[in-house]
Nanobody, 124 residues
Framework: QVHLVESGGGLVQAGGSLRLSCAPS????????MGWYRQAPGKQRELVAA???????NYADSVKGRFTISRDNAKNTVYLQMNSLKPEDTAVYYC??????????????????WGQGTQVTVSS
């Protein structure tokens, strides 16, 4: 079992920035693809960004050029740097991780492990 501990959510004005962190409870080297999903009220969960153990990344079209996902093996943490935030980015953001060899996260279909979620609210 892997626990994913998230931090960094909060309230920010439009145009501002936030950085989310996700720290797994065991070595990041034993985990496969990791990523961030979000779910806004009344909307379906969507994949925001994913990163492989080899640091390949992919992003939802709505966040390309504004968000950056990174994976710091030394700190055993995955980050989501969110810049130029918009009110439509308001959602609960969830960290997700796959076991090595699984591809649910990068496919946007789920994940083997989930964080508890952190609220991001962008005011206009």
């Amino acid at each position: 079992q892997v626990h994913l501990v998230e931090s960094g959510g909060g309230l920010v004005q439009a145009g501002g920035s936030l950085r989310l962190s996700c720290a797994p409870s065991r070595s990041i080297f034993s985990i496969g693809i990791m990523g961030w999903y979000r779910q806004a009220p009344g909307k379906q969960r969507e994949l925001v960004a994913a990163i492989t153990s080899g640091h390949a990344t992919n992003y939802a079209d709505s966040v390309k050029g504004r968000f950056t996902i990174s994976r710091d093996n030394a700190k055993n943490t995955v980050y989501l740097q969110m810049n130029s935030l918009k009110p439509e980015d308001t959602a609960v953001y969830y960290c997700a991780a796959d076991l090595p060899g699984h591809r649910q996260v990068v496919a946007g279909t789920g994940g083997d492990y989930w964080g508890q979620g952190t609220q991001v609210t962008v005011s206009s």
